[in-house]
């Protein structure tokens, strides 16, 4: 594709440019470069929020049903119940596993060079920060069983266990690192298996969130869980799910009022 042929940006991407140069002439102001933000005022192209598609309670037993066996049901379970990212996965080290303290230190993903002949290799995270989080205690015992299994793989392999990054979590019957290509349409295809067509891994993310707001989890944790620079996103992401929320709550106190005074 030549350069008259690429695509203009999406709403999205000229938008996260527009935030990094606004906050660049901002501190220009505030150092005296300049007298006035060029960017205040410029109208942005609006953004199309896309639709999520989060499994509901009897889709997450299905899809567990499903994956039941699988070489990946551990990848999927960690990512439905956790929601972190696929290439934060795919980049997440033992060391970063802390058993004891029963906490995960997302600091990495794994990405795939953009060029013939390209490899997978670290890179910092979607937003650039590092976050910890705190799963159920059950997702941490699935991954010290993980573990376990990764290690007697190792030893039966021997001089075959050809890790080119070493201590990964998730990684093929060789010790290889896991391919994004290849995870998604499992993901898919198990979607399919139980009914949600155009199932895809990002969802599992979503039905994490999803799941977290219902249980009642505050807002600020599950943005922080999630990786999100701010809460807004997520609120406005999870809008119509959190307003459900606050229905069920007022319909509570309701309860609780009619019963009580």
Same mark, same amino acid.
């Given at each position: 594709?030549?350069?008259?042929?690429? +695509?203009?940006?999406?709403?999205?991407?000229?938008?996260?440019?527009?935030?990094?140069?606004?906050?660049?002439?901002?501190?220009?102001?505030?150092? /005296?470069?300049?007298? +006035?933000?060029?960017? *205040?005022?410029?109208?942005?192209?609006?953004?199309?929020?896309?639709?999520?598609?989060?499994?509901?309670?009897?889709?997450?037993?299905?899809?567990?049903?499903?994956?039941?066996?699988?070489?990946?049901?551990?990848?999927?379970?960690?990512?439905?119940?956790? /929601?972190?990212?696929?290439?934060?996965?795919?980049?997440?080290?033992?060391?970063?596993?802390?058993? +004891?303290? /029963?906490?995960?230190?997302?600091?990495?993903?794994?990405?795939?060079?953009?060029?013939?002949?390209?490899?997978?290799?670290?890179?910092?995270?979607?937003?650039? /920060? =590092?976050?910890?989080?705190?799963?159920?205690?059950?997702?941490?015992?699935?991954?010290?069983?993980?573990?376990?299994?990764?290690?007697?793989?190792?030893?039966?392999?021997?001089?075959?266990?050809?890790? *080119?990054?070493?201590?990964?979590?998730?990684?093929?019957?060789?010790?290889?690192?896991?391919?994004?290509?290849?995870?998604?349409?499992? =993901? +898919?295809?198990?979607?399919?298996?139980?009914?949600?067509?155009?199932?895809?891994?990002?969802?599992?993310?979503?039905?994490?969130?999803?799941?977290?707001?219902?249980?009642?989890?505050?807002?600020?944790?599950?943005?922080?869980?999630?990786?999100?620079?701010?809460?807004?996103?997520?609120?406005?992401?999870?809008?119509?799910?959190?307003?459900?929320?606050?229905?069920?709550?007022?319909?509570?106190?309701?309860?609780?009022?009619?019963?009580?005074?």
């Amino acid at each position: 594709m030549t350069k008259r042929e690429q +695509k203009p940006l999406s709403p999205k991407s000229v938008k996260n440019v527009f935030g990094v140069l606004h906050k660049a002439m901002s501190q220009a102001v505030l150092n /005296g470069y300049i007298a +006035k933000n060029p960017c *205040d005022g410029i109208q942005l192209p609006r953004v199309e929020k896309k639709d999520i598609s989060p499994l509901n309670e009897a889709e997450i037993r299905a899809f567990l049903n499903a994956i039941k066996g699988h070489r990946n049901e551990v990848v999927f379970k960690v990512a439905l119940f956790t /929601g972190m990212r696929q290439g934060e996965l795919m980049g997440l080290q033992w060391d970063n596993v802390d058993f +004891k303290a /029963g906490t995960i230190l997302v600091s990495q993903q794994l990405i795939h060079e953009k060029k013939k002949g390209g490899i997978y290799k670290p890179a910092p995270t979607k937003t650039d /920060g =590092v976050r910890k989080i705190t799963p159920a205690p059950i997702v941490m015992n699935w991954l010290k069983e993980w573990k376990t299994a990764q290690n007697a793989q190792r030893l039966a392999k021997g001089e075959m266990w050809v890790s *080119d990054i070493e201590g990964l979590v998730f990684t093929d019957e060789h010790g290889r690192n896991l391919s994004n290509t290849t995870l998604t349409h499992e =993901v +898919k295809r198990i979607g399919e298996k139980i009914g949600k067509e155009g199932f895809r891994f990002h969802d599992l993310r979503h039905s994490y969130a999803v799941a977290a707001i219902r249980a009642g989890d505050d807002m600020k944790t599950v943005s922080s869980n999630l990786g999100h620079t701010t809460i807004s996103i997520t609120m406005d992401i999870y809008a119509s799910y959190t307003e459900d929320m606050a229905k069920a709550s007022a319909s509570r106190m309701n309860d609780y009022i009619s019963s009580n005074f």
